[in-house]
């Protein structure tokens, strides 16, 4: 079944025709699709029913390929870890008897921590999770950076809400579908953290650069106080992350900023926490135009 | 005639009397190739930098290299908006960028009939050059001239990767023609 040679039209006036056809048929979808991109450019939120509907029906199988990655990693760290057993496992008593002192110090500072947040009247850090997932796939052909997460409205994930590892911070909900839904990763250009050193209170905003890495750039201008190895965390500005979330680690120092290695590498974790927007109700207000008065609570 | 030659009434698709091509083989497998290429992004790999070939369109370009005619020229609207619903670039992206190929290819196929194997590399290569270059230009990241950088392995790997697709293009090629349809 050769497919026919479309190009010998000859004389024959339906033929000419047809291949005429192809043609504008084939210009025309050209069209439609630089209109619908020009569309999609302008509110990107246009197609999100297509996409989360998709996404939807192929995260099985990509749900099932997350399984074998985690399940395939560990079966190779069980080789792995029979040559050097001996000499890992004086390794591991050395660190143990070094955790329990450190533990014994991480619990004196939380009971003072308890002690100082009851003196100020504050609630207790922790947030709930919303739930718990995997990333199932990402967008490794493309230059944004999206990822698959196996988790969507019916887990109650909704739009906005930040994805978390262990590790650190490694996104946002961009669109939530109905049991899967698609992550803004860190490192994607549009994404934006308002991020504060770890040890004090340089803020900054964390950048997206398309490459696995994050471009710090300072808020307050001046002489750049970053030094290599500086640890930057959420700094809860903005209502969406809570603070005190791990992100990146500077090991570039450039003129505005610097350039940071993201902490939480998607590609190492095997599974996410979506957590609750932290002030939500603050985002509804910083939204609602000032004509609306806010509820009264 | 089969006691001098066994296989004088078979050819490379298997007996010649009594079969035909499947119809569904032979049209199906390659609309199945593009669409399973472009579902490249639910494989398991969480990448932090773009790095994965855009295989959706490479299996397009084999399969129009080897087989002019076979894709119609409107296939680019449904395959591309296929691409799109998962590739993460903005809607009609994929649709504009298959469907230009796609007249790309009918051009070259007009000008250039008889093609050898390093003709066919460099007109893929040109394509997928192309393709990445536009596709990130248009895909709403904020890229500068000096981001474009972040392209260059995915353009050397999907430039260095096109011959294996288009040798994969070819076998599958074989089992699509395979005559398995039963006459009569």
């Given at each position: 079944?050769a497919?026919p040679?479309?190009?010998r039209?000859?004389?024959?006036k339906r033929a ?5 056809a ?8 050209a069209?439609v699709?630089?209109?619908?991109l ?6 990107p ?5 297509l ?8 995260s099985p ?6 399984v ?6 560990s ?8 040559y ?7 390794e591991l008593e050395r660190?143990i008897a070094?955790?329990r002192v450190?533990?014994a110090?991480?619990e ?13 009247n504050?609630?207790?850090?922790d947030?709930e999770?919303v739930?718990t997932a995997?990333?199932?796939g990402?967008?490794s052909s ?7 997460l196996s988790?969507?409205t019916?887990?109650?994930v ?5 994805v ?8 946002r909900?961009l ?7 698609r992550v803004l990763?860190?490192t ?6 308002p991020v504060?050193r770890?040890t004090?209170?340089?803020?900054a905003?964390?950048e997206?650069?398309?490459?696995g890495?994050l471009?710090?750039?300072l808020i ?5 106080p970053?030094?290599?190895?500086d640890?930057?965390v959420?700094?809860g500005a903005?209502?969406l ?7 990146a ?5 450039t ?7 993201l902490?939480?590498n998607?590609a190492a974790?095997?599974?996410?926490i ?8 603050a ?5 609602q135009?000032p004509?609306?008065?806010l509820?009264?609570d | 005639m089969e006691?001098f030659n066994p ?6 698709y298997?007996n010649k009397?009594?079969r035909?091509h ?8 390659p609309?199945a190739t593009?669409?399973?290429?472009s ?5 398991p ?6 790095v994965l070939?855009?295989?959706?369109l490479?299996f ?6 080897l087989?002019?005619g076979?894709?119609p020229?409107w296939?680019g609207l449904?395959?591309g908006l296929?691409?799109?619903l998962?590739s993460?670039?903005p809607f009609?992206?994929g649709?504009m960028l298959f469907?230009l ?5 009918d051009l070259?196929e ?5 093609r050898?194997?390093?003709?066919n590399?460099?007109a893929a290569?040109?394509i997928?050059?192309t393709y990445?270059l ?5 895909s709403?990241?904020q890229?500068t ?10 353009l050397l790997?999907?430039?260095v990767l096109f011959?294996i697709?288009?040798?994969i293009?070819?076998l ?9 349809r039963?006459?009569g």
């Amino acid at each position: 079944m050769a497919p026919p040679v479309a190009h010998r039209s000859g004389s024959n006036k339906r033929a000419q025709l047809g291949l005429f056809a192809g043609y504008v048929v084939a210009g025309a979808s050209a069209l439609v699709g630089a209109i619908l991109l020009v569309i999609s450019i302008w509110s990107p939120q246009t197609f999100q029913g297509l996409r989360t509907m998709a996404s939807d029906l192929a995260s099985p199988a990509g749900q099932a390929g997350a399984v074998t990655r985690t399940g395939g990693r560990s079966f190779f760290e069980a080789i792995a870890g029979y040559y050097d057993a001996g000499s890992k496992n004086a390794e591991l008593e050395r660190e143990i008897a070094i955790a329990r002192v450190r533990l014994a110090e991480a619990e004196a500072l939380r009971q003072e921590n308890e002690r100082l947040k009851g003196v100020l009247n504050l609630m207790s850090g922790d947030t709930e999770p919303v739930a718990t997932a995997r990333l199932i796939g990402s967008t490794s052909s493309s230059t944004r950076r999206f990822a698959y997460l196996s988790a969507g409205t019916d887990d109650g994930v909704t739009n906005g809400m930040p994805v978390t590892s262990p590790m650190g911070l490694v996104g946002r909900v961009l669109e939530a579908g109905r049991d899967s839904s698609r992550v803004l990763l860190l490192t994607d250009t549009e994404s934006m953290v308002p991020v504060r050193r770890a040890t004090d209170d340089v803020v900054a905003f964390a950048e997206g650069r398309a490459d696995g890495s994050l471009r710090i750039r300072l808020i307050n201008l001046g002489i750049n106080p970053i030094e290599l190895g500086d640890v930057f965390v959420t700094s809860g500005a903005g209502g969406l992350f809570r603070p005190g979330v791990a992100v990146a680690m500077a090991t570039e120092i450039t003129q505005d900023g610097a350039i940071a290695q993201l902490l939480s590498n998607p590609a190492a974790t095997d599974v996410v926490i979506v957590e609750p927007i932290w002030h939500s109700d603050a985002l509804q207000a910083s939204e609602q135009p000032p004509e609306i008065a806010l509820p009264e609570d | 005639m089969e006691q001098f030659n066994p296989r004088a009434r078979r050819d490379a698709y298997g007996n010649k009397i009594n079969r035909d091509h499947s119809p569904v083989l032979a049209h199906g497998i390659p609309w199945a190739t593009i669409l399973i290429g472009s579902l490249t992004p639910m494989l398991p790999v969480i990448a932090a930098a773009p790095v994965l070939p855009p295989m959706g369109l490479m299996f397009l370009i084999a399969w129009h290299l080897l087989r002019p005619g076979l894709l119609p020229l409107w296939a680019g609207l449904p395959l591309g908006l296929f691409d799109d619903l998962y590739s993460g670039q903005p809607f009609g992206s994929g649709i504009m960028l298959f469907s230009l190929t796609l007249i790309a290819l009918d051009l070259l196929e007009m000008r250039f009939p008889w093609r050898s194997f390093w003709q066919n590399w460099l007109a893929a290569a040109a394509i997928i050059i192309t393709y990445l270059l536009v596709a990130a230009l248009v895909s709403g990241a904020q890229m500068t001239l000096l981001r474009m950088g972040v392209i260059a392995p995915q353009l050397l790997l999907s430039i260095v990767l096109f011959p294996i697709i288009a040798s994969i293009v070819a076998l599958l090629d074989r089992i699509r023609l395979l005559r398995v349809r039963r006459i009569g």
